[in-house]
C-alpha cells in the first residue's frame, strides 16, 4: 500500500480549516506612521501591535540601529560562541540584568527558541513540568521538546498547581507560566505560585513577554510588579518585539542559569546572533522605556478610558488592566464579521478564534499602546456601539 502524501495531506488540513472558517491569512502593511498603518491602499487606526510603549518608530532606536550598521553592518555573520558575539550584544545584556535586578542575561533571537532552549536545557526526559493551561505555545512546544511530563493545570488555579506538582514528587520539576497572558491580557498570581514552588522544592520561570516595559515601578515587569527577587523567580525571559519595539528576547537570572544556557541550550547554540545593530537599538528602547515613564502613565490611561466606555456600553471585555483588552464574542464566524465590520470603519482589529483560543472563546484582541490617543479611544469604542455586540455571548 502506498505512504500517503505529506503535501496532500498538508492541502487537506488546510482545506478543512478554510471550511471552518479559521484559515489564517497574510497582510502586507505598506507603511507605518504612528498608531496607523496603511495596508492595500488604505489607512487604518490600528489596534492589533504590541508595540505597547510607541517606541518602534521611535527616532533614538532608528538612529542606533543606522549608526551601528554603518559601523559594524547588518548581520552578525555567525552564533554567539563562535564570532558573532559583539559589543553591542554585550551591553545589551549587561543592561537587561541590571534593569530586571538579575545577575546575568542572555540573549536569543526570539521569544521562541528562548523557550524551547531553556525549558530543553532545565530538564531532562521524563521531569515534570507543570504549565498554566493558557500558557504560550512555545512554553508548551519546549516541555515536549525536553521529553518532559507535561502537566496543564486550570488557568491561575493554584491549588491545581500543587495538586500536580504534589503527584510526582521524584526529581526536578519546574511551574512555568506567562507572566501576562497573551490572549487574556490578565496577569498569573507570581506571588502565590513562587511560594507554591518555594514549599514543593519547584523552579519557577515566567515569561514576561506582554509584561516588560508595562508594568513595575520602572516597567521591568510582572515580577518587578509583585516584588518578587531572582531567588522567588530563578528564570525570567521576556521579548525585546513588544513594549520596546524591537526584537529578539533574552533570559535573565544567575551566573549558574546563564552559564548552564551558553552550553547547553540548543536554540542559542546552533543559530546566527542576532544584528549587532538590532541590539543596539535595543539598548536604546530600553533607556526609553526605563527613563520615560510618562509611557505607561499615558497607556494606563487609555486603558482605564476604553475599559470605562466599553463598561458603559455594556461591551463583554474580559477581565484585564493590562494593554491587552479580549473582546469577547464566542462564535468564530461572528468574530471575523465584527473585525471585518470594523475595518470597514477605518479600524484594524485582529479576530482570534481556535485553535490559538479554546473553542467558543473568539475574540477581538484590543490592543492599546501610548501612540494612541484619546481620540483613537473614543473612535474605537463608537464603532464598537455600531456593532451591536453587548449581547454577545460571554
Known amino acids: 500500500m502506498p505512504r500517503p502524501d505529506l503535501i496532500e495531506r498538508l492541502a487537506a488540513q488546510t482545506a478543512e480549516r478554510a471550511q471552518a472558517q479559521l484559515l489564517r491569512r497574510l497582510r502586507t502593511i505598506t507603511q507605518t506612521d504612528g498608531a496607523f498603518i496603511e495596508s492595500d491602499g488604505r489607512r487604518l487606526l490600528s489596534f492589533c501591535s504590541n508595540d ?4 518602534a518608530q521611535h527616532p533614538g532606536p532608528v538612529a ?15 552564533a554567539h560562541l563562535i564570532c558573532g558575539h559583539r559589543r553591542e550584544h554585550a551591553a545589551l545584556e549587561e543592561t537587561l540584568a541590571e534593569w530586571t535586578g538579575r545577575e546575568r542575561a542572555l540573549l536569543f533571537s526570539t521569544g521562541y527558541m528562548a523557550n524551547l532552549g531553556v525549558v530543553q536545557a532545565l530538564l531532562e ?44 514528587t521524584e526529581g526536578c520539576a519546574l511551574l512555568a507560566t506567562d ?29 514576561d513577554a506582554h509584561g516588560l516595559g508595562v508594568l513595575g515601578d520602572d516597567g521591568a515587569g510582572s515580577i ?29 537570572g544567575s551566573a549558574a ?12 547554540i546552533y ?57 469577547l464574542i464566542g462564535d468564530s464566524q461572528r468574530a471575523l464579521e465584527a473585525s471585518r465590520a470594523l475595518e470597514a470603519k477605518g479600524l484594524l482589529v485582529v479576530a482570534i478564534r481556535p485553535p490559538t483560543v479554546p473553542q467558543g472563546q473568539a475574540r477581538l484582541r484590543i490592543t492599546l499602546s501610548a501612540a494612541h490617543e484619546d481620540a483613537h479611544v473614543d473612535q474605537l469604542l463608537q464603532a464598537l456601539q455600531s456593532l451591536r455586540l453587548a449581547h454577545a455571548p460571554v
Open 52 to 55: 505597547y510603549l510607541g517606541l
Open 257 to 268: 542559569l546563564i552559564d548552564g544556557l551558553i552550553q547547553f541550550a540548543r536554540t542559542y
Open 224 to 252: 518587578t510588579e509583585a516584588r518578587l527577587s531572582e531567588r522567588d523567580v530563578p528564570v525570567l525571559m521576556a521579548t525585546l518585539g513588544k513594549a520596546l519595539g524591537c526584537s529578539g528576547a533574552f533570559v535573565a
Open 271 to 327: 543559530t546566527t546572533a542576532m544584528p549587532p545593530a538590532l541590539a543596539a537599538a535595543t539598548h536604546c528602547a530600553v533607556n526609553l522605556a526605563r527613563q520615560e515613564s510618562w509611557r505607561r502613565e499615558k497607556l494606563q490611561h487609555l486603558i482605564q478610558r476604553f475599559r470605562r466606555g466599553a463598561s458603559e456600553l455594556g461591551l463583554p471585555l474580559m477581565p484585564s488592566r493590562t494593554a491587552i483588552q479580549p473582546l
Open 125 to 168: 526526559r521524563g521531569e515534570l513540568c507543570v504549565q498554566d493551561k493558557l500558557n504560550h505555545a512555545c512554553l508548551l512546544d519546549g516541555a515536549q521538546l525536553a521529553g518532559a511530563a507535561l502537566k496543564r493545570y486550570p488557568h491561575a488555579d493554584v491549588e491545581a498547581a500543587s495538586r500536580q506538582l504534589q503527584g510526582q
Open 64 to 78: 542606533a540601529l543606522k549608526q551601528a550598521a554603518d559601523a559594524s553592518g547588518v548581520g552578525s555573520g555567525s
Open 179 to 207: 507572566g501576562v497572558f497573551s490572549m487574556d491580557g490578565d496577569i498569573a498570581p507570581l506571588r502565590e505560585l513562587a511560594s507554591l514552588c518555594a514549599s514543593e522544592g519547584a523552579t519557577l520561570m515566567v515569561d
